[in-house]
């Protein structure tokens, strides 16, 4: 069998149409037509069609999938006693209004990157296993990488069982049950994972380069802050008599994107709960969701310890009080060189670090594993604006599909 050939785009024209048509299966579920964004939060409606539309899509290729327990759906082709998988896919769940691309994208290409094989007659040495991991957003229940947090043992099952969405609906209750945990026979039974991403930034338009490979993911995290005040009449307090939590939390929002521009680090605040919420109600509570990250551990936690000290100073000021609690935290991961770089020599392609998450991030701790990345033309993503050409995720499949043959069959 000839070598997948994955480098020039003319090659891949037909493919770009077969990509075109699997995308087009998917495109439609989940998407706000108000936003043109999608609401694809793990285990709801649109997330549970994709869900059948993976196993319809395995079966398609006379692929088992087994469930995990802890919302994780995997699907494989070959012999299981012929060796350790090579694993590959991503997630579906998106944030409110996320892009079409972000996790997707990796489970479309994977499949069709069996198709790749298959049609070239490959005959892998050993499986290849396409995954779907569960709420690897945290859009609903707040923990990121929820699904391979369990299934590593990264989070506890009892933990997790109790976490709830904003309508106080419960994962045990979204899963039916509670979660697995961790399980050593499935991740026993994985040699490698590649996990295929739509680039969530520029780096490939300015390279002008359809493909790269993952060097890193910046140490971040989630930390909330509950601010604690006085609720009190809008009409009737003095200001002088305020203990305002909305104002130490503005302070600390300020400071947050002060310090990170300090330390040429991220900091967003994109998620805020008042209490009582009320437009002429001194509020009682405001908390405040802070991601941070950076691209050294050092300044991520300096840049945390700074707004915690900026914001427990405001909060003196204010006669408030503040917490601080860290929902989640991802260390440095350095993808594995030696995987990594026969990868990109295999590929010519450049590679990057990245400042965003992934369920690749998790894998790392225990597998060997690596990231490719396709071209997004906005750069934008977490956004209805997120965007990829036809042509670039046809050499996405390509790429893949040249990378999983080497991983299975050489
Ligand atoms: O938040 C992230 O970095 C990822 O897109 N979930
Ligand atoms: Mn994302
Ligand atoms: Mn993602
Ligand atoms: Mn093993």
């Not at 298959?118 to 990488?145: H, I, M, N, Q």
């Not at 805020?272 to 969701?289: H, L, M, Q, Y």
């Not at 601080?324 to 993808?335: C, D, K, N, Q, R």
Request: proline share 6%.
């Amino acid at each position: 069998m000839d070598h997948l050939d994955h480098a020039d785009h003319a090659d891949h024209a037909d493919l770009a149409g077969r990509f075109r048509e699997l995308w087009d299966s998917i495109a439609p579920v989940g998407r706000d037509p108000g936003s043109g964004g999608y609401l694809r939060y793990a285990f709801t409606e649109p997330e549970l069609a994709l869900r059948d539309w993976f196993r319809a899509q395995a079966a398609s290729r006379g692929m088992p999938v087994t469930a995990d327990g802890n919302g994780n759906l995997f699907a494989r082709w070959g012999d299981p006693a012929a060796g350790d998988a090579v694993l590959t896919g991503s997630h579906f769940d998106s944030v409110p209004h996320g892009g079409a691309y972000d996790g997707p994208l990796g489970i479309v290409s994977a499949f069709l990157a069996v198709d790749e094989l298959r049609a070239a007659g490959a005959v892998p040495a050993r499986p290849l296993v396409v995954a779907a991991f569960a709420e690897e957003e945290g859009a609903r229940f707040g923990v990121p990488c929820l699904g391979s947090r369990l299934l590593t043992g990264a989070l506890d099952p009892g933990r997790a069982a109790g976490l709830r969405d904003a309508d106080g609906v419960s994962l045990a209750e979204a899963l039916g049950d509670r979660p697995a945990g961790a399980r050593p026979d499935l991740l026993g039974g994985f040699s490698c994972f590649v996990e295929l991403h739509v680039e969530q930034g520029r780096a490939l338009v300015e390279r002008d380069a359809p493909v790269a490979v993952a060097s890193a993911i910046w140490p971040h995290g989630r930390w909330r802050f509950d601010f604690h005040g006085e609720g009190n009449h809008a009409g009737t307090t003095l200001m002088a008599d305020r203990h305002d939590p909305m104002l130490t939390y503005a302070f600390t929002v300020l400071a947050a994107n002060k310090e990170a521009r300090l330390r040429g680090a991220h900091a967003t605040v994109g998620r805020v709960r008042v209490e009582p919420n009320a437009t002429n109600a001194i509020p009682s509570k405001v908390t405040g969701w802070l991601d941070a990250r950076a691209a050294e551990p050092e300044t991520l936690t300096g840049l945390v310890d700074a707004v915690r000290a900026k914001a427990t100073e405001r909060a003196g000021r204010d006669g408030t009080e503040v917490t601080l609690t860290e929902e989640s935290a991802t260390p440095l991961v350095a993808f594995d060189g030696g995987l990594g770089g026969r990868l990109a020599a295999l590929l010519d392609a450049p590679v990057l670090p990245t400042g965003a998450g992934h369920d690749a991030g998790v894998l790392a701790g225990h597998l060997p594993t690596a990231m490719l990345f396709v071209r997004n033309p906005t750069g934008v993503s977490h956004s209805p604006a997120e965007a990829a050409t036809d042509a670039d995720c046809a050499a996405g499949v390509a790429a893949l599909a040249r990378v999983l043959e080497e991983l299975t069959c050489a």
